[in-house]
C-alpha cells in the first residue's frame, strides 16, 4: 500500500494534467467501489447514480491529499475521495501523455480499460481510468464540502507530519495517552496519519528505537528523536518521490527514489549500515519488522 510520500507525489503529478478538464462521461463497472469504504461492501444503485450524476459535466479544480487519500475537488463544489489501498491504480491518458501512479497492472501496459478497470472517467481532452485487481480500493462522491464533513472520515485521524499541528509537544502528550507497541501505534493513524510498514522501519531506526518497545517505556529523549525521524524522513521521501519496492509507482510510470536510501526495511539479513551488526527480522503488530539490534534499544 503506498504510504504518504507516494501519495503525495501521485498528487503532485495528477495535478500537472487533471485541473480544468471535465468529465464528459462516467462508466462505473464495479459499483461496490462507489458505495463504501469497509471491508464487506455491497453495490448500491442509488449511489451509483448519484456518483455517476454528480460527476458528468464536473470540471477538475484541484486535487487535495489528507493521510493516504487523495481528495479530488471540482469547480462546482463536488468531492471525490479515492484510496488506492493495495492495489489501486490511476491512470490518466491525455491526447499527447500519459500518467499512472497506484499498483503496476501489466494489463494497462497493453491496453485500456482491461479486466481490471473498474472505474472510467471519459474527459473533454483524455480519459482517466480507475483499476483495481484486489478491489480493495474505494472512490466516494460528496455532492459539496458540507456533505464531506458531515461524515467525519477523518475524525479519527491524527494530524498531517508535515503541518504545523504536528509538535513535538502535541507527539509527547498523544503517546503518553497510549498504550501498546511502538510500531502499531505509529501506523495507527491516530496519533499521526501517513506512517505505514516501510516508514514506520525507517522512523525506529533513525531514532534508534526498536519497534517492539511498549510506549511507556519510552523516555522524552526517545519520544523526541522519533518525532523528528517522522519529520525528516517523510520529507526527504517526499522530495524523491517516495519508496517504490514493489507494487507502487508514481504519475509518471517511475519508481520512487527513496528506497535507495532505506537503512533497514527490506534488508534483513544484511549488514546494519551503522554498525555492520545483521540486521534481524520480527513480527511486530502483524507485520514484518526490521530492525538493528544493536542500534535500536
Not at 99 to 111: A, C, F, L, Q
Not at 265 to 281: D, F, Q
Request: aromatic fraction near 8%.
Amino acid at each position: 500500500m503506498p504510504e504518504l510520500p507516494e501519495v503525495e507525489a501521485l498528487r503532485i503529478g495528477l495535478t500537472k494534467y487533471l485541473p480544468g478538464r471535465t468529465i464528459t462521461k462516467v462508466e462505473v463497472l464495479k459499483p461496490k467501489l462507489i458505495s463504501g469504504r469497509g471491508n464487506i461492501r455491497r453495490a448500491s444503485s442509488k449511489k451509483t447514480t448519484t456518483f455517476i450524476h454528480g460527476l458528468t459535466n464536473a470540471t477538475f479544480k484541484q486535487i487535495e491529499r489528507r493521510a493516504k487519500n487523495l481528495k479530488f475537488i471540482f469547480k462546482d463544489g463536488q468531492i471525490m475521495l479515492v484510496h488506492l489501498k493495495m492495489t489501486g491504480q490511476l491512470v490518466y491518458v491525455g491526447p499527447r501523455s500519459r500518467v499512472d501512479g497506484g499498483h503496476p497492472i501489466k494489463e494497462s501496459n497493453r491496453e485500456l480499460p482491461n479486466k481490471q478497470t473498474r472505474i472510467i472517467f471519459h474527459l473533454d481532452k483524455g480519459t482517466l481510468y480507475y483499476n483495481d485487481t484486489r478491489q480493495f480500493g474505494y472512490l466516494l462522491y460528496y455532492p459539496d464540502e458540507a456533505a464531506f464533513q458531515k461524515e467525519n472520515h477523518f475524525e479519527l485521524h491524527g494530524p498531517e507530519p508535515l503541518n504545523p499541528e504536528f509538535t513535538e509537544e502535541y507527539f509527547v502528550s498523544a503517546l503518553k495517552k497510549r498504550t501498546g507497541v511502538v510500531k502499531p501505534v505509529l501506523m495507527g493513524q491516530e496519533v499521526v496519519v501517513g506512517l505505514g510498514n516501510i516508514y514506520a522501519d525507517e522512523v525506529c531506526f533513525a531514532a534508534g528505537v526498536r519497534p517492539t518497545r511498549k510506549i511507556s517505556s519510552l523516555k522524552r529523549g526517545e519520544i523526541g528523536r522519533l518525532y523528528w525521524a517522522i519529520r525528516s524522513i517523510l520529507k526527504r521521501a517526499i522530495e524523491l518521490g517516495g519508496s517504490s519496492v514493489s507494487d507502487h509507482r508514481l504519475a509518471d510510470g517511475s519508481r520512487g527514489n527513496y528506497a535507495r536510501e532505506h537503512k533497514v526495511y527490506g534488508r534483513s539479513g544484511e549488514a546494519c549500515l551503522v554498525c555492520g551488526s545483521l540486521l534481524k527480522t520480527v513480527q511486530c503488530g502483524g507485520r514484518t519488522t526490521v530492525y538493528c539490534p544493536r542500534c535500536q534499544r
